[in-house]
């Protein structure tokens, strides 16, 4: 009777995992789909549709080594307060200003948008949350 009870525990609990897991996973793909629009209505004008960006004014990010290179808060701070200055990106330069992200963008479409970025074009993947841009937005 005990080991039936302790398999049926082992059981829920693979059932409760399975569960959250797949929750996760369906959130991140809705944020990455919902990000898709926002880059398409606001960030492909500069950084272009397949993101590989424009000569030397708007840099790529597809495949970005900038990305992948900086801690995902100087990332999630830069797209939502603004960047300038001299940087580079896949060995090229790039002096140029970008705006901070219009008030217009809820602090969920800034979430978005950066998770949909991480997960395209070959970069390093994972998800930026609500809370990570409350964080540094507007600071
Ligand atoms: C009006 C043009 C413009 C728009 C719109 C724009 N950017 Fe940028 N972005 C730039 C420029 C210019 C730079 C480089 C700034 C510099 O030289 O310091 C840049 C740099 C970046 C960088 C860091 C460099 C790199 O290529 O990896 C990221 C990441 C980025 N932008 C993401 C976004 C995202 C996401 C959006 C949409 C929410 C967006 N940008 C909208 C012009 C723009």
Not at 33 to 59: D, I, R
Not at 75 to 82: A, E
């Amino acid at each position: 009777m005990k080991t039936f009870l302790k398999s049926l525990l082992c059981f829920g609990v693979v059932i409760a995992f399975g569960n959250t897991a797949s929750a996760v996973a369906q959130d991140k793909a809705a944020q990455i789909a919902k990000g898709e629009k926002v880059y398409k209505a606001y960030c492909q004008t500069c950084h272009q549709a397949n993101g590989q960006g424009l000569s030397t004014v708007y840099p790529p990010l597809a495949g970005s080594d900038y990305i992948k290179s900086k801690p995902k808060k100087e990332i999630i701070k830069s797209v939502v307060n603004g960047l300038k200055g001299e940087i580079t990106v896949n060995g090229k330069k790039f002096n140029g200003v970008m705006v901070a992200l219009p008030k217009n963008y809820t602090d969920e479409d800034a979430a978005n948008v950066i998770t949909y970025v991480y997960n395209t074009w070959g970069n390093p993947g994972g998800a930026v949350t609500v809370a990570e841009v409350k964080a540094v937005r507007g600071k």
